[in-house]
C-alpha cells in the first residue's frame, strides 16, 4: 500500500507513528527554543521541535523518517490554519502597521494604522498612527477597518540599527539562556527572538597619586552632551559640577585639561585622587 505523504506548514501539529508530538519550525526557531544549534541531515525538508522534551527532529519530503526506524515516520499532520482568524491567515501580526488604501468615516486612504486587536473576524481593531486625517476621529485613536482596507507596509528589521552598527564594524553579542550569559558572534542570524547588542566597551583607567580612576573623555562630546567636572576648592560643598558641551570656550580648556568625566562620580573619585596628596 501507498504510503500517504505529509507535508507539514509551520506551526503545524506532527504527529509520529509512535505517538510523539512536534511542532513544525525552521531551524533557527528550534535553536532558539532547544538553545544551541543544532545539525540537520543534508537532504532534511522537514524541521521540528518537541515542545515537552525540548527535543528535534527531522523529516525528508513527504514525512519519511530520516534514519531506517518507521516509528518516527510522520502519521498524521494537525493543521493550524484551521484554528486562526481571518487576519492571521491574511497575514496580520499585531503591532505591525499598515496603510489603509480606501476611505472611510473614521479612517483614510494612505494613513498609516497599527494592528492592535484581533477579535476574530474580518474587521479588527486598528490606531492610527501617522497620514492624512479621518473625517470623523475616535477618543482613543482606535477604530475597525476590514481587512481588505489595509495593506501591508515594508516594516523596519526589528535589529535594523543593530545590523548597521555591525556592518560598520561594531563587536556583536548575543544573550545565550544555555549559558546565561552574554557572548560574541561573528555572523549574527538577526533572529527576532534573540537578544542582540553590541559589545561594551572595557573600561579605561588612569593613574592619578597611585588611585586608579576611570579615564575621562578623550575624545570631545557631542552637542548638549552632559559631563562632570571635578570641583577641587577648598569650600567647595560637592565633588563634582555637572557641565553640557556647547563647544564653548569653557567646555574646551576643560576638555584639554583632562577635566570633563563621563559620571559624576568618576569626577568625585578623580577629585579625590588629585588632593589624596594635600590631606593630612
Not at 561594531?170 to 560574541?184: E, G, K, M, P, R
Not at 533572529?191 to 583607567?205: G, H, L, S, V
Request: net charge neutral; glycine share 6%; hydrophobic share 35%.
Amino acid at each position: 500500500m501507498q504510503r500517504k505523504e505529509f507535508n507539514p506548514k509551520l506551526g503545524d501539529i506532527i504527529i509520529c507513528n509512535n505517538g510523539q508530538q512536534y511542532i513544525c519550525a525552521t531551524k533557527q526557531v528550534i535553536e532558539n527554543v532547544l538553545g544551541h544549534s543544532i545539525s540537520p541531515m543534508r537532504d532534511s525538508v522537514i524541521y521540528a521541535y518537541h515542545s515537552n522534551k525540548k527535543s528535534w527532529s527531522e523529516w525528508k519530503e513527504g514525512g519519511a523518517c530520516i534514519t531506517d526506524s518507521t516509528e518516527y515516520t510522520i502519521k498524521e499532520v494537525i493543521s493550524m490554519q484551521e484554528n486562526q482568524t481571518p487576519a492571521q491567515k491574511a497575514g496580520f501580526v499585531i503591532g505591525r502597521h499598515y496603510e489603509c488604501i480606501e476611505s472611510g468615516t473614521y479612517f483614510t486612504k494612505s494613513a498609516i494604522y497599527e494592528f492592535v486587536r484581533d477579535d476574530g473576524t474580518y474587521c479588527p481593531m486598528f490606531k492610527y498612527i501617522r497620514g492624512p486625517v479621518a473625517q470623523e476621529t475616535t477618543h482613543n485613536g482606535c477604530m475597525y477597518i476590514e481587512l481588505h482596507k489595509l495593506k501591508a507596509i515594508k516594516q523596519p528589521h526589528k535589529h535594523a540599527e543593530l545590523i548597521k552598527a555591525w556592518a560598520d564594524g561594531a563587536v556583536i553579542q548575543c544573550f545565550s539562556t544555555a549559558y546565561n550569559q552574554w557572548l560574541d558572534i561573528d555572523t549574527p542570524s538577526w533572529d527576532n527572538d534573540t537578544q542582540y547588542r553590541i559589545k561594551p566597551e572595557e573600561p579605561k583607567y588612569i593613574d592619578v597619586n597611585g588611585v586608579k580612576v576611570p579615564e575621562p573623555y578623550r575624545v570631545k562630546p557631542g552637542h548638549g552632551i552632559t559631563y562632570y567636572v571635578p570641583i577641587t576648592a577648598a569650600r567647595a560643598t560637592k565633588p563634582a559640577e555637572t557641565w553640557r558641551w556647547t563647544d564653548h570656550d569653557l567646555d574646551l580648556i576643560n576638555f584639554q585639561n583632562g577635566q570633563c568625566f563621563k559620571t559624576a562620580e568618576d569626577a568625585a573619585l578623580a577629585r579625590d585622587a588629585m588632593l589624596k596628596p594635600f590631606k593630612v
